[in-house]
């Protein structure tokens, strides 16, 4: 059975970002722990109509370990790769492996954040105004449109033994 918001905090939002009821709930939905949901999801809208608000709210209610990045207050890709990392380590708190903080490439961010994520059951990685990032190379959203595939199904073959 999938976990339910708590009605107090639906009607909260609902009541702060008006005539978005259906919005909340699909998203809600999506951002369950208990459900499956798409490798990404991407939110986007006109300016001001309470995505971000939204996304936080959620995020601050359910139990499923997250981190919002700012994307627009990086100045380069690797600013946002080592800021993304950094953020995630903080979010898993103690239970995170020891990863260098360190991304010159977006290989480097995968292989990274495959460490970090190695051992959750799910976790949901927010690019806040992504749109916006200053100096982001040109394939940084491609990349970041691929980051599931590549950090949830690339595995690294077991070792071999040495006969």
Do not use: W
């Not at 609902?14 to 490798?39: G, M, V, W, Y």
Request: aromatic share 4%; charged share 20%; with cysteine.
């Amino acid at each position: 059975m999938a976990t339910q918001l708590p009605d107090e905090l639906l009607s909260s939002l609902n009541e702060s970002i008006k005539c978005r009821e259906l919005q909340h709930q699909q998203t809600a939905c999506l951002l369950t722990s208990d459900l499956f949901s798409p490798p990404n999801l991407v939110l986007h809208g006109t300016e001001a109509t309470g995505k971000s608000l939204t996304i936080n709210a959620l995020l601050s209610a359910i139990e499923t370990p997250s981190a919002i990045i700012r994307s627009k207050e990086c100045i380069t890709t690797r600013h946002l790769l080592e800021r993304t990392i950094t953020g995630v380590q903080e979010a898993l708190g103690d239970i995170a492996p020891s990863v260098d903080g360190r991304c010159e490439s977006i290989s480097t961010f995968a292989v990274q954040l495959q460490r970090l994520l190695k051992d959750q059951k799910k976790f949901i990685l927010v690019f806040d105004n992504i749109d916006r990032q200053r100096e982001a190379a040109p394939t940084l959203l491609p990349a970041l449109a691929r980051l599931g595939e590549l950090v949830y199904y690339y595995q690294l073959p077991p070792p071999r033994s040495v006969s």
